[in-house]
């Protein structure tokens, strides 16, 4: 069957043997993901990295779960040494199309032919979430193993401090596994060797100006145990929507 014909099927033609090729993740990616928004937090790691003295210039990246190759464009602005690799077919073949280097395999069995302290730079933007425990172990145990000296890990997950994060957004996608929480986050990483762990605040400034309102409104309340819950959930509702993380080797 064509892909056309395959297409304009309708749900109930679907038998159990083909039914995940009605859903695209792809798609599902493209209808809840704001182009410039990405973009803009994307320059802010690039910055943040920088400012921690990474220098760009014909680094070995290799990018976990590329997805449509947002990251990836970035980096090959620097480097013609960036790799990506993601087990869905289709935002595979899409990178391609735009001339990016990525291969369609699952990170932790290519990590294997991954000599040894031989890349600098290695990223997994909103994929923690989607492991198992012992998976995402083994991830970050065989990141550290191939990163050289010096060579950094960039790593973002959806923050569940946020309360719409935690109590709502988080489920839209039914392929999330877990939260990951930055306590038990920063405890393993510093367990795999790595060191100056930093959580990055991303649009910092429309956070705080969302703060300060919500603070003049506290600040209105004459009764002090209605501030401090205020206060708390203040924090919890302006909390940071994901967790942005950079560590060193």
């Known amino acids: 069957m064509s892909d056309k014909e395959n297409s304009e099927r309708t749900f109930w033609e679907f038998d159990d043997k083909d039914i ?13 993901k704001n182009e410039e928004s990405i973009n803009r937090k994307l320059d802010s790691y690039i910055e943040a990295l920088q400012n921690k003295g990474f220098d760009f210039a014909n680094i070995k990246a290799i990018d976990i779960g590329s997805g449509r190759g947002d990251w990836l464009k970035k980096l090959e602005i620097y480097t013609d040494s960036a790799l990506g690799i993601d087990i869905d077919k289709e935002m595979v073949e899409m ?22 302290q031989s890349v600098d730079l290695v ?14 172990l083994m991830l970050i145990h065989e990141v550290s193993r191939i990163l050289k000296p010096g060579g950094f890990i ?10 719409l994060t935690g109590l709502y957004n ?28 930093e959580q990055l605040f991303i649009d910092e400034d429309a956070y705080k100006e969302l703060k300060q309102t919500d603070e003049r409104i506290v600040k209105s309340i004459l009764h002090s145990d209605i501030k401090k819950l205020l ?5 919890f509702a302006n909390a940071q929507t994901n967790l942005s993380i950079i560590a060193k080797r």
């Open 170 to 197: 988080f489920h839209a996608d039914p392929t999330h596994k877990r939260p990951i929480h930055i306590v038990w986050l920063d405890f393993v990483l510093v367990q795999m060797g790595f060191h100056e762990i």
């Open 231 to 235: 206060r708390q959930v203040n924090t």
């Open 20 to 32: 995940s090729k009605k859903i695209s993740y792809a798609d599902f990616e493209k209808a809840h």
């Open 123 to 136: 990223s997994a933007f909103q994929i923690i979430e989607h492991m198992t425990t012992d998976d995402l």
């Open 95 to 116: 990178c391609e199309a735009s001339g990016l280097k990525v291969i369609e395999e699952d990170f932790l069995k290519y990590a294997k032919k991954i000599e040894s």
């Open 154 to 163: 960039v790593l973002e997950t959806p923050n569940t401090q946020n309360m």
